[in-house]
């Protein structure tokens, strides 16, 4: 078995809300499993498919999907705040192969990936600076947005680059499942606002934990019942389960921006990566889920899924 996958929702705020201690302990449980399926599988690369929260890509120059030759954690939230061990030799080879296959895909040489991107990882292996990994940006929270179609065709490309290789492959997607957290949007951004959505890099260290600290307090009130977001889904989460379950990755197809945004939150587009995630693995072979957790967390805001995969021998 050379490619396995991992799809996991991620949250900032698993150290700073606190759930019951029954749904803690449920994500923990969780966590267990994940870190048992990559210990057993002991991957030679992980190609991970992450979003971003606008800070390390913003509107000056905003790519469907783009892959780190070089990258480096921007420490939001206390996440990985250091390099990556990028193979640039492999990521450089596997952005040739995606754009010919006639799918353009950006790249940088300066990627900057958030908690959104590294949170799985870091679940996973704690220190990140010896894993060998591939960061593969999706868009998930910048309007306008791809088709789902093409983010399949996208992942499908990546997995096809990977189907004869000699090394074993973990495809992680991280994001999801519904999701609306307090993140602005462009149409009705304030001045302040789009120029942070424009170009907020780098900011001071007072802006940052006063951003963090609105999603914190947000996360609380919700749970109380009172934050002006919207309430979770678990129906659209389980539906959006059973496509990944099937094994017919065309079934994707079916999922439109705008119906997305309406049902399941402005953030529910970072099924994204778990899209491209199965369409990788499904590229490699027929495949089969191996575990799969589920539960609705208003304190997290996000319908939290935890899914592990493998090719069916």
Known sequence: MKQALVCMSHSPLLEHTDPPAEVKAAVEAAFDQVRAF???FKPDLIVNFGPDHYNGFFYDLMPPFCIGYEAHGTGDYDSWDGPLNVPTDIAHELAQYVIDQDIETAISRKMEV????????EIIY???????????????VAPPFSKMSRIREFGTAVGN?????DKKVLFIGSGGLSHDPPVPQIATATEEQRAFLTDGRRPTAEARAA???RTIDTAKAFA???????ELNPEWDRAFLDVCRSGDVSRFDAYIPAEMDAVAGHSSHEVRTWVA???ALRACGEYEVTYEFYKPIKEYIAGF?????????
């Open 224 to 230: 109380r019942g009172e934050a002006d977001i919207m």
């Open 38 to 40: 990559a210990a057993e």
């Open 126 to 140: 704690g220190d990140l600076s010896s894993v060998p990994v591939i960061p593969v940006f999706i868009n998930s």
């Open 161 to 165: 680059y990977f189907k004869n290789t």
């Open 305 to 313: 899924g935890v899914t592990t995969a493998v090719l069916v021998p």
């Open 114 to 121: 958030d908690h959104g991107a590294v949170q799985p990882m």
């Open 277 to 279: 995630a199965y369409s």
């Open 211 to 213: 951003r963090q600290q």
